[in-house]
């Protein structure tokens, strides 16, 4: 299975029920074109060791950190996941900004025995913080700036942080993100 | 809409004159006759983006070739200046030392220019 590319990244603001702990999203949103994911996952890496030797270990993921690579850096798209406020188009940033839990989606394209497939990956929460930045002049050797995103992975309350599945269509990949996203009727 | 480099260089040249004298530039080749004249073809591409599994935008490179049998350094500075504020922008390392070439008596420097390009 192995795989060639990402695609598509769509994400959603989460709410969480504080009393229970259940999500429900705002809807799906593409904040640009996917360049790069990273995820890194914190382990428990509890052991008890007992009669001299390994009686009990615990490797569950505790959380984690992700960075997201887009090929854009939309105001509105980072207003919204950075809890920045915007205004008619002005965006201002303040230290008592909290940026939202949010619900992100990608699909990885797969080649599987000769087959395209289409994985798609939802983490449950997230929540993202401030990038770096920095700007370079334009040279005789060009270099497409692109912005890396840095988040946290969130552990909902019933431990179900993670969810995937594998398609045979990008289009059915990316349907099953959105409506795993979908805002809830009114 | 992608854009054809072809015709902003066309668009750019129309009219083109240095000290009273019209130059043509044309693509690849000139077949009128007389000097001086320059001609541009694309060189090379790379530094793409990419995104969505999909080509987003990369950098083509362009050659100008000037040719004059007289003072050709008026000519090579209205190129330069002419693409630059078309958008291009100047590969001083890329482009040619002076040359000239005694068989046809013609002055000839070659300036190579970067437009970026979305796909």
């Known amino acids: 299975m192995a795989k060639i590319g990402l695609e598509n990244f769509l994400y959603a603001v989460a709410t969480v029920n504080p009393a229970t702990g259940a999500i429900t999203y705002g809807g799906a949103k593409k904040p640009g074109k996917a360049v790069s994911f990273n995820m890194t996952v914190n382990k428990a890496d509890a052991t008890l060791y007992a009669d001299d030797g390994l009686a009990e270990s615990d490797d569950a993921v505790t959380g984690g950190d992700i960075t997201l690579g887009i090929d854009r850096y939309d105001l509105t798209t980072m207003a919204e996941i950075l809890g920045h406020t915007i205004t008619e188009g002005e965006v201002v940033d303040n230290t008592a900004d909290v940026a939202p839990y949010v619900g992100l989606g990608r699909i990885t394209p797969l080649m599987v025995d000769n087959q395209r497939k289409f994985r798609a990956t939802i983490l449950a929460l997230c929540q993202f913080s401030e990038p770096d930045d920095s700007d370079t002049t334009r040279g005789e050797t060009v270099e497409f700036g692109t912005y890396e995103i840095p988040g946290k992975l969130i552990i909902p309350t019933n431990g179900e942080w993670r969810k995937r599945q594998v398609f045979d269509t990008a289009a059915a990949a990316a349907a099953y993100i959105t409506s795993a996203f979908a805002a809830p009727n009114p | ?119």
């Open chain 2, 1 to 119: 809409m992608t854009e054809n480099i072809n015709e902003i260089i066309e668009s750019t040249f129309n009219g083109f004159s240095v000290g009273g004298t019209e130059i043509p530039v044309r693509f690849m080749y000139y077949f009128g006759h007389g000097e001086p004249y320059v001609v541009y073809s694309q060189a090379d591409a790379d530094s793409s983006l990419s995104g969505d599994n999909e080509l987003l935008a990369y950098a083509e490179y362009y050659d100008f070739d000037v040719y004059s049998k007289g003072n050709f350094l008026p000519i090579v500075e209205a190129v330069k200046a002419k693409l630059i504020a078309a958008g291009f922008f100047f590969e001083p390392s890329r482009s040619s030392e002076d040359m000239y070439e005694p068989d046809t008596g013609y002055f000839h420097k070659t300036l190579n220019f970067q437009y970026l390009k979305g796909v």
